[in-house]
């Protein structure tokens, strides 16, 4: 997911309120992801815009809510405020082009057109006005705020500080940041350079991504700027998909060969499924859990003209047998379910989802679907171990764990942790081969 800049296809006030609402979802506990999948489409770019920002700088406009509401207000005001201060907290570069005057009267607007808010406009013009004033002097003389702006719960800092001692600060700041759009070329239409070229003539900068923890891409694209996927050249027709650096790397390693049988055993939206099809004619099973995003698979599938008789999209638990067919996996890609902690940059609303306990249950079922997985993979195959996590749980305590577990495993080489960089999310990386002789247990 990528916010784009200044999208202003709705009044100001109205998207204050709608993100001011989204952001209520997310608080108890709805995923922003799928709040923003019920908006119209001309509602989404800005209200994604204004939430994501809001977001980001929670810490900071909460600094400022406690200084000057002495009493905190209820979540509708709280969120609309929050909203409307994000507004100002732009950094120079990263200009939204509201003037002050404006954000103030938009949010009063956005207040008094709300009934829930009516009564609290008074307050929300006061607090923005003094918030105007402090951040102008701030850009004179800048306040050390916390380096990091964005919510992080405690266990969350704690666990990477600990992890990483030297890099966390830099880590979370980073996922603080808008994260660049880029595009993976389908290389079954048009190579990288060809792609580049109808950007260009389409008037759109990007550059090539080269390599990512040392692995080589081929078709990833960085945007100078962001732009609506409806102005990619050939965007409806498959050309190219939105996909993170990072993420371009699990087809990679994987490495289908034409007439594999490869399963994606935890497979929507399907972005890696589309990336192994485009790399080669496979036989594909696309396996996901999730009836809802099921559906998103064969969507992508579509735009991508990737389908064929020998793709399969198949509802199942990945854990259980009951949906497999009984023929044994050349190779097997293995994206588990995890805290996302590694895509916080594209998925600001994450940190004020999980919670600490999330991390334990999400091991066990990480492992409940890599032992399964591996019973189904042919011995020779290869499987791939995924996650966009920061946690060591879900990544290589899981590889080392498994390696101990299966005297069949061999260890290839894999990137194992990729921290999160201007360029790429946070992902875990393991690759087992399946060796030749009966697992110990
Ligand atoms: C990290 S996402 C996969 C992203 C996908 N590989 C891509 O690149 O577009 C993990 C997916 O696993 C699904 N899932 C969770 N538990 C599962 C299970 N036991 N079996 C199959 N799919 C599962 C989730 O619904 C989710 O769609």
């Not at 004179?140 to 704690?158: C, L």
């Not at 260009?200 to 945007?223: F, K, M, R, T």
């Not at 590694?342 to 079922?365: C, M, N, S, Y």
Request: with cysteine; charged share 25%; hydrophobic share 40%.
């Amino acid at each position: 997911m990528t916010d784009q800049k200044t999208p202003r296809s709705l009044p100001l006030s109205e998207a204050i309120t709608i993100s001011a609402q989204a952001i209520g979802e997310v608080m108890v506990g709805r995923s922003l992801t799928e709040v923003l999948d019920q908006l119209d489409a001309h509602e989404r770019p800005i209200v994604q815009s204004l939430t994501f920002d809001a977001l980001r700088k929670w810490v900071r406009s909460h600094e400022f809510i406690q200084q000057f509401i002495p009493k905190t207000p209820p979540p509708e005001v709280e969120y609309l405020l929050s909203v409307a201060i994000a507004l100002f907290l732009q950094g120079r570069s990263d200009v939204k082009g509201y003037a002050v005057h404006t954000i103030v009267d938009q949010a009063v607007k956005a207040c008094s057109e709300y009934e829930p808010t009516t009564y609290a406009k008074g307050l929300v013009n006061a607090v923005l006005r003094k918030v105007s004033l402090a951040v102008q002097a701030e850009n004179e003389k800048p306040y050390p705020p916390d380096p990091i702006p964005m919510f992080f719960p405690p266990w969350w800092r704690a666990s990477l500080k600990r992890n990483y001692s030297k890099a966390w600060q830099a880590m979370l700041i980073q996922q603080a940041q808008r994260a660049p759009l880029i595009l993976r070329v389908n290389v079954k239409q048009h190579t990288r350079k060809e792609y580049q070229e109808l950007l260009h003539q389409a008037g759109i900068a990007a550059e090539p991504i080269d390599s990512v923890a040392g692995v080589i891409l081929d078709s990833a694209l960085l945007l100078q700027e962001a732009v609506p996927v409806s102005d990619l050249p050939g965007f409806y027709s498959g050309a190219v998909s939105v996909q993170d650096a990072g993420a371009q790397i699990a087809a990679i390693l994987l490495d289908p060969k034409p007439g594999e049988r490869i399963l994606d055993a935890c497979a929507a939206p399907g972005g890696k499924t589309a990336h192994l099809l485009e790399l080669a004619q496979c036989e594909m099973i696309a396996l996901e859990l999730d009836g809802e995003r099921l559906g998103k698979i064969g969507g992508n599938l579509d735009r991508l003209r990737l389908q064929s008789d020998a793709v399969r999209i198949v509802r199942g638990d990945a854990s259980k047998t009951a949906w497999w067919d009984g023929k044994l996996f050349d190779k097997i890609l293995l994206d588990a379910p995890c805290s996302a902690s590694g895509i916080v940059a594209r998925h600001p609303d994450i940190p004020f989802l999980r919670r600490e306990a999330d991390i334990k249950a999400l091991q066990t079922r990480q492992r409940a679907i890599l032992e399964q997985a591996w019973k189904i993979l042919k011995i020779g195959g290869t499987l791939l171990y995924v996650t966009c996590s920061m946690f060591p749980e879900e990544g290589e305590e899981q590889a080392t764990w498994f390696a101990a577990e299966h005297t069949d495993a061999l260890r290839l080489s894999a990137p194992g942790q990729i921290l999160p960089a201007e360029l790429n999310d946070g992902f875990y990386y393991a690759l087992f081969k399946k060796m030749g002789h009966e697992p110990r247990r």
